[in-house]
């Protein structure tokens, strides 16, 4: 397909070859056509804005040959896209590659994305811009009003692209990015008030304030005119220290939110009776995100970089908009919220339980009317706390969310029943969690359904980076579970390091007979402590409790598994062991009651036998018994 680039001097490539057009006649021809965006341009229109006033007499026998010659000049790929329709010629806009087209798509397509997948579809956009567009073409009401729209979607998609990069954080980064906007155009508002609160969240509320009687002059001076309505009122914001001016992302997240709708009435329901709500789950459950969800207008305190438990008050002083507090932040945060009614949101809690559950301590006693919300991955610990345990989204949700995240960066995509097969596949592989869902997603810019599921196999490499602007506080999938093991114990980190090569669940028994020689703990207190930090699942449905390991989590352990031979053998010892005494079992004629203990731990059976062919040396002292096992089952 040609490329037709019209943002700046008309040029047209094909593959990685510019196509000459044959001088600056058969350059306004095309670009004449094309700022029609697909209607009909009448003969004689068109040599005006070819010709200008002055026409060639015979203009549509004129035209007719430039046309013919630009056709040839386009080739086979795109001679067919000028067409004669009545008395005129056509642009086919539909079939053909127009940068503006483009750049108008990713623009819109922008509006429904978050903050940091906004800023990439913006810059993208931003980018094919290369000066005025349809330069080759005189002034005139059609050609002007063309250019006004797509230079005002340029301006637009600037100061849209700051806004998304001050929600997603990045106040610091936004505040140069602002100043040079304002510099280039000091009537638009919108500008201005991005600028201001930038400062402000940065702690620069002196010049914040300063930008604003900056704007109250320009706008005096240019246009007789005092601040719009949005400017007073963030004037007044800023005066008061507004505490709402201080969230760092603002508003909520603008990608869909799917399959938690049950947590949220969940959530809803315990705090008609409850104050303090932890949920809890492991990494990239999407924990985070159902808090925001749920909270309406919260203090919010991002607790992930706090990397020193004194850091704590300071940063939930901050959420609650105190600035510049002297004396103890604790008490500074008791006394500002008071009898006042509202939710607190500590996200992120795991790396710092202790004190954030001695702070809750504090404060829920003397602020009556406060709610608290906290995400982590293991519960607080604090007398009156209700957990809700973030489980992985369900099949059929896991599927939504990877088509709904797939269509954000190929828009249009429809999946083919293949496809959908496909997105099961990757579903089940990446274990419903939805941060795994979406970086797989992301993935569909360069590789198909098919090709991401079958490099799943390397899933840290596959799935790459989180974008910017998300709300998870890990870089990568591989970095998030990370943070979960480093959390550990160095006795809990051992055990679990024993437990990956278990397919499809464990026992505590198949636990306690893995485990490293030497620890003081009982396997009953390192595997509880693993449940805990949600690094391990407890299925209690069944009898006995089985005990699982996501398929993520499994793969990051056996990737950091200084010696991972020995958790295989550990593991195919105990699958030889379990096979000998089901052979008994089977002699003895009580085959019928271990046969639902079999079919549960098929998964490892198989496993620990691809271990033994290709380790026949290792010794048993159960004897090789489960080279007997199908034979003695059949009998």
Not at 399 to 424: F, I, K, N, Y
Request: hydrophobic share 45%; net charge negative; proline share 5%.
């Amino acid at each position: 397909m040609l490329a037709v680039r019209v943002l700046g001097p008309i040029e047209v490539v094909a593959g990685d070859t510019r196509v000459d057009l044959g001088g600056s006649l058969p350059r306004r021809l095309l670009a004449a056509l094309v700022s029609a965006g697909g209607q009909v341009v009448a003969d004689d229109r068109l040599a005006e804005l070819v010709w200008g006033a002055k026409p060639p007499a015979k203009a549509a026998a004129t035209l007719q040959v430039y046309v013919s010659r630009l056709r040839r000049s386009l080739g086979p790929e795109g001679r067919d896209l000028l067409e004669r329709d009545g008395l005129g010629y056509r642009f086919d806009a539909a079939r053909g590659s127009v940068d503006a087209s483009r750049f108008a798509e990713l623009i819109e397509v922008s509006r429904g994305l978050s903050p940091g997948e906004a800023m990439h579809g913006l810059s993208e956009a931003l980018e094919l811009w290369r000066g005025q567009p349809y330069a080759d073409l005189a002034d005139s009401d059609e050609v002007d009003a063309a250019r006004g729209r797509l230079t005002e979607l340029r301006e637009v998609a600037l100061e849209e692209r700051a806004a998304a990069r001050l929600s997603s954080g990045d106040a610091t980064g936004a505040v140069p990015d602002l100043e040079e906007l304002v510099r280039a155009a000091p009537l638009r508002e919108r500008r201005w008030a991005l600028l201001v609160l930038a400062l402000y969240r940065v702690g620069r509320q002196g010049d914040a304030l300063a930008a604003l009687r900056r704007a109250r002059a320009v706008l005096a001076e240019e246009l007789g005119v005092d601040l719009g309505a949005e400017l007073q009122d963030l004037e007044r914001q800023v005066l008061a220290q507004d505490p709402s001016l201080r969230k760092r992302p603002s508003g909520r997240p603008l990608t869909s939110f799917l399959g938690r709708h049950s947590e949220i009435d969940t959530i809803d329901g315990l705090f008609h009776t409850q104050r303090l709500i932890s949920l809890v789950g492991p990494a990239g459950v999407g924990k985070t995100r159902l808090a925001v969800e749920y909270a309406d207008d919260p203090w919010f305190a991002r607790l992930a970089d706090v990397r020193q438990s004194g850091e704590l008050p300071s940063v939930v002083a901050d959420a609650i908009g105190l600035v510049a507090v002297r004396d103890d932040p604790v008490s500074a945060v008791i006394r500002a919220i008071g009898d006042r009614s509202g939710l607190l949101v500590l996200d992120n809690c795991e790396h710092i339980v202790e004190a954030v559950a001695d702070l809750v301590v504090a404060l829920l006693p003397h602020c009556p009317e406060l709610r608290v919300l906290a995400t982590s991955r293991a519960p607080l610990g604090v007398d009156g706390e209700v957990t809700v345990a973030v489980q992985p989204l369900p099949l059929e949700f896991a599927e939504a969310l990877l088509v709904d995240r797939v269509q954000a960066v190929r828009p249009g995509w429809q999946p083919t029943d293949d496809e959908r097969t496909q997105a099961s596949r990757i579903s089940v592989a990446l274990d419903g969690l939805p941060l795994a869902i979406e970086l797989a997603a992301a993935r569909a810019r360069m590789f198909g359904l098919g090709e991401i599921a079958e490099r799943l196999d390397d899933r840290f490499a596959v799935l790459g980076s989180v974008p910017r602007g998300s709300l998870t506080a890990h870089a990568t999938l591989e970095a998030a579970i990370g943070w979960s093991v480093d959390l550990l114990s160095d006795s809990d980190r051992s055990l679990l390091l024993r437990l990956w090569p278990f397919e499809g669940g464990f026992t505590l028994e198949a636990a306690d007979a893995v485990r490293p020689a030497g620890q003081s703990e009982t396997t009953l207190e390192l595997l509880s402590s693993l449940v805990t930090r949600s690094v391990v699942v407890a299925d209690t449905r069944e009898m006995p409790t089985r005990y699982l390991m996501l398929q993520s989590v499994r793969a990051y352990c056996q990737s950091i598994d200084p010696d991972p031979a020995v958790a295989q053998q550990e593991h195919a010892r105990w699958v030889r062991d379990l096979g000998g005494r089901w052979v008994i079992a089977v002699r003895a004629r009580r085959a019928g009651q271990i046969m639902p203990a079999v079919s549960r731990e098929l998964p490892n059976i198989r496993a620990g036998l691809a271990y033994l062919r290709e380790h026949l040396s290792i010794p048993s002292d159960r004897g090789d018994g489960l080279c007997h096992f199908g034979s003695d089952l059949r009998r």
